[in-house]
């Protein structure tokens, strides 16, 4: 500690103090906009307002390149990390997002030197953790509302928003799907893919981009009577392919949809 | 430092043996209040106060005449009738696994804790409507408290004493909510398939339980996690949710959660309640309005009452009647039989 008021006093003039921690930093934006709860904004192919309710995502499978050769990173262990999972977390339960938690998360808090030239990280939890009792897990894999159930496991992200156009949510739920409830752990589609950004994470982070993943999205019409607007990862979810193929996912058996646009490199850590 | 870790042994101490949870498979130890930590003690005195009518104004009511050890704690009625006769304008929630709730009562997003929760029908006042009435003549209440044979010991052996500053208002809460703590339900048919292996459940009750996590019937999103209520904390939960919904059915004037907020969004949602032993908590919804389960997969079914800020989720579903009672033989498998059968749970002035 007192090691870093010495280096905090040395170096404040300029900077903002706070110990130099091993971080990959995030930033929830939409489009060139931060992304807050309470703000309002234009979405989807018809640029339609809309308000967030919520934004968290799990990440894993973390990796980073150094001298073209990849490595595991090996994460800290907080309250949004545990075994190699992290859980992003932009909202602040407050303007809408009023069933979230007050707390955010928007960084990859790493334990170990983070000099490397690319990460790479896979949207999601491992199958070997993914259907386990949440109840009784450690943070961040014991949220109530990220987890569906022991045969489907977590909800990858969970990333809605209030469609103020049609007075509707929008949800945006990737998970497991096709799931057996009888061979626990046992699901058709994984729906995880991997992310590869080259970046230089002393320097440079990454942004999450709402709009992007929205991108593929009428939200001026109204969805039929008896459907939810959204993707929710079941068969038949027709917002599914390229709202997955923004984070760079296949949906089901069908090829992935566009590019992954969710996830871009932006400079400042 | 070595002196302070004295004090501790010795404020803990009070010749009191620490608390031992004793959870079933799955379930995980309850977040407990730091000014109220679980002593047996508190428990056994939290027992007898839970039972006794001598708490009321009029020696009437207890906590127990609204909340039944064989209806999961819940009771028969629509809505409870306090024990001066004032109406209770809410169903009587049950109070299984209820150390697990994130907030209390079915609308109210500052009652956290079981010891403020506790307090409220014990010592509501008018205009509130009066349930056991405690606070009408307190110093009565702890006269017939004194003068009974057991409780000066429970008492003592629970808070340190009991004289001029015991009992106190805070002291019986804080009982009654150790008490409440224990009351936890984790051996149904469901609990005993997912865990035991013991028991199959018939293919009816596995197609509805397809159904309910499944995005046709959509009962998970809110009914999601191990006590099917996503409004849980636990003692190692970093964060808290609140799960406010409005589902779509509003009969009565009730504005829910909007009643203490004033915001208008938060007009007609209530607490998601558990689905826990849901076949012994009838009848249903806020109010007791809806009798059967059978009535209450019809409310969804239609997709609620169309209310102005329901939950997009609430639509109308596509669901067979062979899926809609496949659906509820599922949650009839939530249904713990043992729950309620205890020493522990019943009423200790019945077994003497």
């Known amino acids: 500690m007192r090691v870093w008021v010495l280096v905090c006093v040395i170096v404040s003039t300029s900077l903002a103090c706070a110990p130099a921690s091993n971080t990959i930093g995030f930033t929830a934006q939409v489009g060139e906009l931060p992304f807050a709860c309470g703000q309002s904004y234009a979405m989807g192919n018809a640029s339609t307002q809309v308000t967030p309710l919520d934004f968290r995502m799990y990440l894993s499978g973390v990796q980073l390149r150094r001298d073209g050769q990849w490595e ?3 994460l800290a262990d907080n309250n949004f ?10 909202e602040t339960s407050q303007g809408g997002c009023d069933n979230g938690s007050p707390d955010t998360h928007s960084v990859i808090d790493v334990a170990q030197d983070i000099e490397a030239d690319a990460i790479a990280f896979v949207v999601g939890i491992p199958a070997s953790m993914n ?11 014991n949220i109530p509302s990220m987890y569906w159930s022991w045969a489907d496991g977590y909800k990858y992200t969970k990333i809605d928003v209030r469609n ?11 998970g497991a799907s096709d799931c057996s409830t009888d061979d626990v752990g046992s699901c058709v589609n994984r729906h995880e893919g991997r992310v590869e950004l080259e970046l230089d994470p002393r320097r440079q982070s990454i942004a999450v981009d709402l709009a992007a993943m929205w991108s593929s999205v009428n939200l001026a019409v109204e969805p039929p009577a008896n459907d939810i607007a959204g993707c929710m990862s079941f068969p038949d979810d027709a917002e599914c392919p390229a709202m997955l193929g923004s984070l760079g996912l296949q949906f089901r058996d069908q090829a992935a ?11 400042g850590s | ?8 042994l010795l404020v803990s101490g009070c010749g009191d043996p620490p608390w031992q949870w004793q959870l079933p498979l799955g379930f995980v130890e309850p977040r407990v209040p730091e000014d109220n930590p679980m002593t047996e003690a508190k428990v056994a005195l939290g027992h007898r106060l839970f039972f006794d009518p001598r708490l009321s104004v009029n020696e009437e009511q207890s906590c127990a005449s609204c909340h039944f050890p064989e209806r999961a704690f819940s009771d028969d009625k629509a809505t409870p009738t306090g024990t001066t006769g004032d109406a209770v304008p809410r169903n009587a929630m049950t109070l299984a696994n209820a150390a697990y709730w994130s907030t209390y009562t079915w609308a109210n997003p500052v009652l956290t804790t079981l010891e403020e929760q506790a307090a409220v029908p014990l010592f509501a006042t008018h205009p509130d409507p009066i349930e056991i009435g405690a606070a009408e003549d307190f110093p009565a209440v702890v006269d017939r408290l004194q003068a009974d044979a057991d409780y000066p010991r429970l008492f003592e052996d629970a808070f340190g004493g009991f004289g001029n ?9 804080q009982a009654i ?24 459940l018939t293919d009816d009750e596995r197609a509805g339980f397809s159904l309910f996590f499944s995005e046709r019937a959509e009962c998970y999103h809110c009914h999601g996690g191990s006590l099917f209520s996503t409004a849980f904390v636990s003692a190692s939960s970093t964060t808290t949710e609140r799960a406010f919904e409005n589902n779509g059915y509003g009969d009565g004037d009730d504005r829910g959660l909007a009643a203490i907020t004033g915001r208008i969004e938060d007009e007609k949602k209530f607490r998601v309640p558990t689905l826990r032993n849901i076949e012994k908590t009838a009848p249903y919804m806020h109010n007791g309005g809806l009798r059967t389960l059978e009535d209450v997969i019809a409310h969804y079914v239609r997709g609620g009452a169309g209310l102005e800020g329901q939950s997009t989720l609430v639509k109308p579903l596509d669901l067979s009647d062979v899926e809609q009672r496949q659906l509820i033989a599922f949650l009839r498998t939530l249904t713990d039989d043992t729950f309620g059968a205890t020493d522990e749970q019943q009423d200790p002035f019945a077994q003497r």
């Open chain 2, 165 to 173: 500053e015991v009992p106190t208002a805070t002291n019986i809460a």
């Open chain 1, 72 to 74: 595991d990173a090996t």
């Open chain 2, 177 to 200: 909510a150790s008490y409440e703590r224990t009351l936890i339900s984790g051996n149904s048919r469901y609990d005993r398939y997912s865990y035991g292996g013991d028991v199959q």
């Open chain 1, 81 to 90: 990390q545990h075994d190699g999972v992290v859980l992003l977390d932009f």
């Open chain 1, 164 to 174: 103020e156009a049609i007075d509707q949510d929008f949800f945006f739920h990737v």
């Open chain 1, 131 to 141: 259907h386990l009792d949440a109840t009784t897990q450690s943070p961040p894999l």
């Open chain 1, 257 to 267: 949809v566009g590019n992954m646009t969710a996830f871009r490199v932006v400079n």
């Open chain 2, 1 to 8: 430092m070595k002196s302070r870790w004295w004090m501790l």
